[in-house]
């Protein structure tokens, strides 16, 4: 057998692996009914856009709901009306851009690390309890990840390439992730500009263009709030930026009353059962950056730290918490514990 033939077959063998990650996302779609309040929010909404041929204003039960941008509401729409409005059609897109952010994740391993390391971190996010719960489930949070995970893509791709269209796209992607759950897209920016200083100093930040990628963000994040406040005025505007998002954040009366470490308990069981090996892959990553010049590069290492750091941070400190507000941590725990375990070659 030819080496060619072999690193085909090799290939094939990787990549075998991904298809068998999505098994768990797309089997027995209708099995379960729509039980959770969210879910039914997300499957009726569509279904009264589709009914009353508006697609600016969203209706729940009649009533307008406008706390959350549609993007959701348009993609199981879209659903709907190309298929039927019938709970598999509401799950299929889910489980779509869950498997999409699964993707991401082994891009971004490729990326940073290595094609081991990627599978690993593809494989332990896709069989993580969290996200095998919400990609069964209609949650706009598995949509908001898709957009931050695939905004971190496009970042590291500018990186390594140089390439200006990558970071249109991530502009592009940051506009999506605005018309999902509003301007909490935007927590990640602060670890993508650590990772680009880490790896190219002050001059590469600066050299970016940033103009032009905010513009196309700005286009598509005020697309919607422009045509309903056309349509209705601009009260639903400023009440969706001042009462669904500041208030949620400063004050505790959209849910229950939940203590200051509470994502440490919803990580370790939500994340079951890789979370028993973070600790150790966090204090290896703290060790490998305070020594220069041997392993993991320490860009990488640097772009997972403040990702994790800041979500965690972040919501934790918010008045209203609930469990899946820190998914988007999940994605960088797999990557980092991947990465310990590849390195530190500990027993498959």
């Known amino acids: 057998m030819s080496d060619r033939h072999l690193l085909a077959m090799a290939v094939i063998r990787r990549y075998w692996f991904l298809i068998i990650f999505a098994l768990p996302f797309f089997v027995a779609l209708e099995d379960s009914s729509i039980w959770d309040s969210n879910e039914a929010f997300y499957a009726q909404t569509p279904r009264e856009m589709l009914s009353r041929g508006d697609w600016v204003t969203p209706y729940f039960n009649d009533q307008p709901r406008l706390d959350k941008p549609p993007l959701t509401y348009w993609i ?17 897109p889910m489980a779509l851009i869950a498997y999409g952010a699964v993707l991401a994740v082994f891009s971004l391993g490729k990326m940073l690390f290595n094609m081991e390391v990627a599978l690993l971190a593809a494989g332990i996010f896709a069989t993580s309890f969290r996200i095998l719960i919400l990609s069964r489930r209609l949650i706009i949070d598995v949509v908001l990840l898709f957009c931050i995970l695939w905004a971190i893509v496009c970042v590291v791709s500018w990186v390594r390439s140089n390439k200006n269209s990558y970071l249109h796209l991530c502009g592009f992607l940051f506009g999506l992730g605005f018309l999902t759950k509003g301007p909490v897209v935007f927590l990640v920016a602060p670890c993508l500009i650590f990772y680009i200083f880490a790896v190219g100093g002050f001059q590469r930040l600066a050299r970016a263009p940033w103009l032009t990628a905010g513009m196309i963000c700005l286009l598509t ?17 400023l009440d969706f930026f001042f009462k669904e998002n500041l208030a949620r954040f400063w004050t505790a009366s959209f849910g229950p009353t939940r203590g200051l470490f509470y994502y440490v308990g ?16 966090a204090v290896w990553a703290c060790l490998r950056l305070r020594k220069q010049g041997i392993g993991v590069d320490a860009g990488a290492l640097i772009l ?22 820190i998914l988007p941590v999940y994605p960088a725990a797999a990557l980092c514990i991947a990465a310990y375990a590849q390195k530190t070659r500990i027993s498959r």
Do not use: C, H
Request: aromatic share 26%; no cysteine.
């Open 76 to 92: 199981v729409a879209s659903f709907y009306r190309i298929f039927s409005p019938a709970i598999l059609w509401e799950r299929v």
């Open 266 to 281: 919803v990580f370790l069981g939500d994340f079951f059962p890789w979370s028993i090996f973070f600790p150790a892959a």
């Open 221 to 237: 994040s005020s697309s919607w709030f422009i045509l309903l406040a056309m349509g209705s005025g601009w009260q639903p505007v």
């Open 304 to 325: 997972l730290g403040v990702w994790i750091t800041s979500f965690f941070l972040i919501f934790s400190l918010s008045s209203n918490k609930q469990e899946y507000y």
